[in-house]
C-alpha cells in the first residue's frame, strides 16, 4: 500500500516515498522529476529512507540510484548529491520558464 508524501513550497518540490515499493517509487520519482522540468524547477528532493534491507534485496535507494544514473533521464536530469536517506536531483532547464503554484501527489500519480 502506497504512503508517499508530497510537499511542495513552489520552489522545489520533495517527495517522501517511504511506504511505497521499488516500482511505486520508481513510477512516482520519474513523474515528478518530468513534471518539475515541464514547470521550470531547478532540482527536486527524494526521501527514500535509510536501507534496512538485507544485502543484494533491491530497494528504492539503489533503484533511484540507478534510474538516476541510467540514460532514461538524461534530458532531464544533471546531476545528483546523493546522501544516506535522500537524494537532491539538479534539473536541466528548459529556457527561462518557471509555471509558478504548488504541486500535488494528483499532479504526478496519474497513470
Do not use: W, Y
Request: glycine share 8%; hydrophobic share 35%.
Amino acid at each position: 500500500m502506497m504512503n508517499p508524501r508530497l510537499t511542495d513550497d513552489g520552489i522545489r518540490p520533495e517527495l517522501d516515498l517511504h511506504g511505497c515499493t521499488v516500482n511505486e517509487a520508481l513510477k512516482l520519482a520519474r513523474q515528478l522529476i518530468i513534471e518539475s522540468v515541464r514547470r521550470g524547477r531547478d532540482s527536486v528532493r527524494l526521501i527514500h529512507g535509510k536501507s534496512t534491507s538485507t544485502p543484494g534485496n533491491r530497494t528504492i535507494k539503489s533503484a533511484l540510484t540507478e534510474l538516476i544514473d541510467s540514460s532514461e533521464l538524461a534530458l532531464h536530469v544533471s546531476g545528483a548529491f546523493k546522501s544516506e536517506g535522500h537524494m537532491i536531483i539538479a534539473l536541466r532547464r528548459r529556457g527561462n520558464r518557471h509555471i509558478p503554484g504548488r504541486m500535488t501527489l494528483r499532479n504526478i500519480s496519474h497513470s
